[in-house]
């Protein structure tokens, strides 16, 4: 397979981006709702937000789901 | 605005109660997923299915809910989740991993045309990332960033080669590391590849 210019563009932005990263899709998901809440004072702020942070900087579906996450949220409040 | 601790408590009575917040809890996922997940990868999209998923799931899990975010967000997170899995299998039913299989197995070729600038220097920096990729990376790392690349979201490469998107994701993530560190080992940084290919990269066909 031979790359194409977009694709090794994201190849190259993949590898200069890559930073240590303990967190796995399984534990960014058992914390995503907190991460979405955690501006919100009365909840427990998350101990690893750095690391969650870390994790959706790096893994596309993860990012997709949080923001698909956000929009259905601010759907979801006009009753 | 829906009272999450209000639906919660309700969900948890019996009787007429509990089914008007069960009304209630699907009118809000089936507003949020509607709006969030229609045309996502292109597709058509039920919301209807996924909801009822989604609701039994809940519905099921709620001695799970710790009470450390708000109901609602603990439940459309659980609605979500199902809805992007199924939507994200759908887009990659028609796709299978033989498709990334090339005569020379799961290789990955860059290159970079002689015409452009600083040819030098671009030049060395691909052949030393095709070095890597060909020697450091094994076969399976290769095998999911050509189909990672192509487009596959990690969970259609996982539903493809019967594994879980963590493991696909750790997968990707230790040949990047390996991509990484390599090419500091040769002694060019990533983020020397990346201003020196920031543009005028060569269309490879």
Redesign the interface.
């Known amino acids: 397979?031979?790359?194409?210019?977009q694709?090794?563009?994201?190849?190259?932005?993949?590898?200069?981006a890559?930073r240590?990263?303990s967190m796995?899709?399984?534990d960014c998901?058992q914390l995503?709702?907190?991460f979405?809440?955690q501006s919100?004072s009365e909840?427990?702020p998350i101990r690893d937000i750095e690391e969650v942070k870390r994790h959706l900087e790096?893994?596309?579906?993860c990012q997709?789901?949080l923001q698909?996450?956000l929009?259905?949220?601010?759907?979801?409040?006009?009753? | 605005m829906i009272d999450s601790d209000s639906l919660q408590r309700r969900l948890q009575a019996e009787g007429i109660e509990r089914d008007d917040a069960i009304v209630e809890l699907r009118g809000m996922l089936l507003r949020g997923l509607s709006t969030s997940l229609n045309n996502r990868y292109g597709q058509a999209f039920s919301a209807e299915d996924i909801v009822q998923d989604a609701l039994i799931k809940i519905l099921d899990s709620m001695d799970q809910f710790q009470g450390r975010c708000q109901f609602t967000t603990w439940a459309m997170t659980i609605a979500i989740r199902i809805g992007m899995s199924a939507l994200r299998r759908k887009y990659h039913q028609d796709v299978s991993m033989e498709s990334f299989r090339g005569e020379d197995g799961y290789r990955i070729e860059i290159a970079v045309a002689n015409e452009q600038g600083d040819l030098g220097e671009r030049s060395l920096m691909i052949a030393k990332l095709q070095q890597l990729i060909d020697t450091d990376l094994t076969d399976k790392q290769r095998m999911a960033m050509r189909a990672f690349l192509a487009g596959m979201s990690t969970d259609g490469i996982a539903d493809r080669t019967g594994t879980n998107r963590n493991a696909v994701y750790k997968l990707i993530h230790d040949a990047r590391v390996k991509l990484k560190s390599g090419l500091q080992r040769l002694g060019v940084s990533a983020d020397d590849v990346q201003e020196a290919f920031g543009y005028g990269l060569t269309q490879a066909r």
Do not use: N, P, W, Y
């Open positions: 397979m031979r790359l194409s210019q694709q090794l563009s994201e190849l190259i932005e993949m590898v200069a890559t240590s990263d796995g899709c399984d998901a995503l709702d907190r979405v809440d919100h909840h427990e790096q893994c596309k579906c997709d789901e698909a996450l929009t259905a949220i601010d759907a979801s409040e006009f009753a």
